[in-house]
């Protein structure tokens, strides 16, 4: 599994609609395990969010699946409905189609931000002011992960 960090602002090219993804994200990923292309999916904030292909496919295959439809297939059928795959051209370069960019929140400056096993694609105008806010109590955020890591290494001692 890829692990992706980090961030970087980015353009949105207004008339082709693509998106560079910076060699920084694409060195992160191993190509032969987790792919060259991406799912691009609507993420639950409305925000972009792109997961290398067969990392994806891994993931949906984790999926329990019955042979009658269920209430969660049915609301499921949207989630595969909308998502895309999306190819880098040699440059690196997505296009995003055109139903994606009409669904999303998004804006001409981006930022492309690393979430552990996917990259989401927020305004810049919103990323920024998210970020602040989320200083406010990162390092009370970082105490309480080192508890919770400290407590499971505990647990795990015989």
Same mark, same amino acid.
């Given at each position: 599994?890829?692990? $992706?960090?980090? =961030?970087? =602002? %980015?353009?949105? !090219?207004? &008339?082709? /609609?693509? $998106?560079?993804?910076? *060699?920084?994200?694409?060195?992160?990923? !191993?190509?032969?395990? !987790?792919?060259?292309?991406?799912?691009?999916?609507?993420?639950?904030?409305? /925000?972009?969010?792109? +997961?290398?292909?067969?990392? +994806?496919?891994?993931?949906? &295959?984790?999926?329990?699946?019955?042979?009658?439809?269920?209430?969660?297939?049915?609301?499921?059928? $949207?989630?595969? *409905?909308?998502?895309?795959? #999306?190819?880098? !051209? &040699?440059?690196?370069?997505? #296009?995003?189609?055109?139903?994606?960019? %009409?669904? &999303?929140?998004?804006? =001409?400056?981006?930022?492309?931000?690393?979430?552990?096993? /996917?990259? @989401?694609?927020?305004?810049?105008? @919103?990323? =920024?002011?998210?970020?602040?806010?989320?200083?406010?109590? +990162?390092? %009370?955020?970082? +105490?309480?992960?080192?508890?919770?890591? *400290?407590? *499971? @290494?505990?647990?795990?001692?015989?």
């Amino acid at each position: 599994m890829a692990l $992706l960090i980090g =961030e970087n =602002e %980015q353009t949105i !090219d207004p &008339a082709k /609609h693509r $998106l560079a993804i910076n *060699a920084m994200f694409r060195d992160q990923i !191993d190509a032969e395990e !987790d792919g060259t292309n991406f799912v691009l999916i609507l993420g639950p904030d409305r /925000h972009l969010w792109l +997961y290398p292909d067969r990392y +994806y496919a891994r993931l949906v &295959a984790t999926m329990k699946r019955s042979p009658l439809p269920t209430t969660q297939q049915r609301d499921m059928s $949207l989630f595969f *409905a909308m998502a895309r795959m #999306v190819r880098p !051209d &040699a440059q690196g370069r997505i #296009v995003l189609p055109e139903k994606s960019m %009409q669904r &999303a929140i998004l804006a =001409e400056q981006v930022t492309v931000v690393g979430n552990c096993d /996917h990259l @989401e694609i927020w305004p810049t105008h @919103e990323w =920024e002011p998210r970020v602040v806010k989320g200083l406010e109590t +990162y390092g %009370q955020m970082l +105490y309480e992960a080192s508890d919770r890591l *400290a407590q *499971a @290494e505990r647990d795990k001692t015989p």
